[in-house]
């Protein structure tokens, strides 16, 4: 294919990517590709992962016009009742559901120390083909470490994986923009000939995802992310909008704008007494504490850091939803605390459930239409 014929497969994200739509509060689900997503809970309401099941979450989203889903890369089950150990690989699991989908942005999730640059560009460039324009990367460093023993990679201090991850990055996006042959000497890469064909379909480059927190993290985000995941320091919103806030000013120091996506988990009821009644069954009586304590473990987490009664309520959101946001109520409930998020700058929160095919379903017929009617997201009619 001749240069010209390349460039007339490049299409402006904007008018691809749902990232970039015009909601003010744009929807995604956390963790569909794994074996009862964020909800480390031994209940028997948890569905089994199979590909029927993702692919049914994937096409239910799509049809309401959600902007996102967002894979979790796991190799190895947290804890020792199998939490997320049946999971599917990222890439592959969006070009799948890319083949099943018209709308939603199909993020792959890559543990940087876990594939080639090379690599990583050629699979988010062909998903990028499949879907239309519709793929994300979600770039993560990984933290739990036995998982890099498995691979047989070094886990580098916290610091030093960001240096990797900017290198392992800069080098992707040489691979979707260079048209020659390139050499690149770095620090941990080196590439002689380093060519990719074809590119990604989005032009200038797919859309980016990173969830760092600390300041290299935050810098990362500035600089590369069109959406940066904050964790919302204590579920406090007043302290939460001098996070969001924050994030913005990274970004327009170095002359960006990066969207503020944040997590949540859901539990939607008639009433509130219901809801909050579940979450005790879910996660207090049939938690699955040793997942939780593991993650806690391998996050750097700790009980010194916080008074008990603290310690115990973000164990409680960790179990939940991997700290997520609560939303646990009435579609009112779900739908105000939703409007609150947006009034302190979250661009998007990307949602779990403990079956995520049931919870749509009441989210979709309940709260959308309150978000909807708040002026926080438009109707979606899906394509004929």
Request: glycine share 8%; net charge negative.
């Amino acid at each position: 294919m001749s240069t010209s014929a390349a460039a007339d497969e490049r299409r402006d994200r904007r008018g691809t990517n749902a990232l970039f739509s015009g909601n003010k509060l744009k929807l995604g689900l956390f963790g569909p590709n794994c074996d009862h997503g964020c909800a480390m809970t031994l209940s028997s309401d948890v569905p089994s992962l199979t590909w029927e099941y993702t692919k049914q979450v994937a096409e239910i989203a799509d049809r309401a016009g959600f902007e996102a889903l967002v894979p979790v890369a796991r190799w190895k089950a947290i804890g020792d009742n199998g939490f997320n150990g049946r999971n599917f690989e990222t890439y592959t699991w969006a070009a799948g559901l890319a083949s099943v989908t018209d709308h939603i942005t199909l993020v792959a999730t890559a543990h940087v120390q876990a594939s080639h640059p090379a690599a990583a560009a050629k699979m988010v460039a062909t998903v990028d083909h499949i879907s239309g324009g519709r793929v994300c990367l979600n770039i993560v460093n990984g933290w739990f470490e036995p998982e890099f023993k498995m691979l047989g990679s070094e886990f580098l201090p916290h610091d030093r994986r960001y240096q990797y991850t900017t290198e392992w990055f800069e080098l992707v996006r040489k691979f979707w923009t260079e048209d020659s042959e390139f050499d690149f000497i770095g620090e941990f890469f080196r590439v002689e000939g380093g060519y990719s064909q074809p590119k990604p379909v989005q032009s200038p480059l797919p859309s980016i995802m990173n969830a760092g927190g600390s300041k290299t993290g935050r810098e990362f985000i500035a600089k590369y992310a069109d959406a940066g995941y904050v964790l919302l320091a204590g579920y406090d919103l007043d302290a939460a909008r001098a996070q969001v806030e924050a994030r913005a000013n990274d970004a327009a120091e170095v002359g960006r704008e990066v969207d503020t996506w944040t997590t949540a988990y859901v539990i939607q009821r008639d009433t509130k007494e219901e809801a909050q009644a579940y979450l005790q069954k879910v996660f207090v009586d049939e938690a699955d504490m040793s997942a939780g304590d593991a993650a806690a473990k391998y996050l750097g987490l700790n009980s010194s850091a916080m008074e008990p009664h603290q310690w115990e309520e973000f164990n409680l959101h960790l179990r939940a939803g991997y700290g997520g946001y609560p939303l646990v109520g009435t579609a009112d409930d779900i739908a105000e605390e939703l409007a609150r998020l947006s009034d302190i700058g979250v661009a998007g929160v990307s949602l779990s459930f403990v079956d995520f095919v049931d919870g749509l379903e009441r989210f979709n017929a309940d709260v959308l239409p309150k978000l909807e009617n708040g002026g926080l997201r438009k109707p979606y009619s899906p394509h004929a």
